[in-house]
């Protein structure tokens, strides 16, 4: 006998069941382009333009929905990275329509990771003795749900 598995119908629904229960780092990394002749290992160079590139990943399993945001930030000085994820626990298992997981990574979990994006970005450039950039405040309009390798441009 399989268990019936409860299906959501909107982004309230949703948002009421989904608690959150913790913020977890995949990265947290920084590299200074002085001293260095050769481009690192994403390609990345000393006189590129400056840009911040994000990510946004969100993964269901169990009772267990997590939305993962990773930015990466080139400057002329620099490269730094921040990978968060915001775990959310869900009373039971559930059924999640593409569309609503999609909103609720954008408007409910990005406001959650961005702050520890941006304290992330700008600790590793003052650990580097770098100038600290500043993503940009979050336009909920322009976030969305990416495929891995593409990226938008939010440095400021």
């Known amino acids: 006998m399989?268990?019936?598995v409860r299906e959501i119908s909107s982004l309230e629904e949703l948002q009421k069941l989904a608690e959150l229960l913790d913020i977890v780092y995949y990265e947290v990394s920084g590299r200074r382009f002085d001293g260095f002749d050769q481009p690192d290992d994403e390609g990345d160079t000393q006189d590129c333009r400056d840009r911040a590139d994000i990510q946004l990943m969100q993964r269901m399993e169990g009772t267990r929905l997590s939305v993962?945001?990773?930015a990466t930030v080139v400057t002329s000085e620099g490269r730094m990275v921040?990978?968060?994820a915001a775990v959310f626990r869900t009373p039971e298992p559930l059924s999640i329509p593409a569309p609503i997981a999609k909103h609720f990574a954008e408007v409910i979990a990005t406001p959650v990771t961005r702050?520890?994006?941006?304290?992330a970005i700008?600790?590793?450039?003052v650990r580097l003795g770098i100038?600290?950039?500043l993503l940009?405040?979050?336009?909920?309009e322009d976030v969305g749900l990416l495929p891995a390798g593409a990226g938008v441009t939010g440095l400021s």
């Open 2 to 4: 399989s268990a019936v």
């Open 68 to 70: 993962r945001t990773r």
């Open 82 to 84: 921040a990978d968060v």
């Open 115 to 119: 702050p520890y994006l941006r304290e």
């Open 122 to 125: 700008h600790q590793s450039a």
């Open 131 to 133: 100038a600290a950039p």
């Open 136 to 140: 940009s405040v979050l336009d909920l």
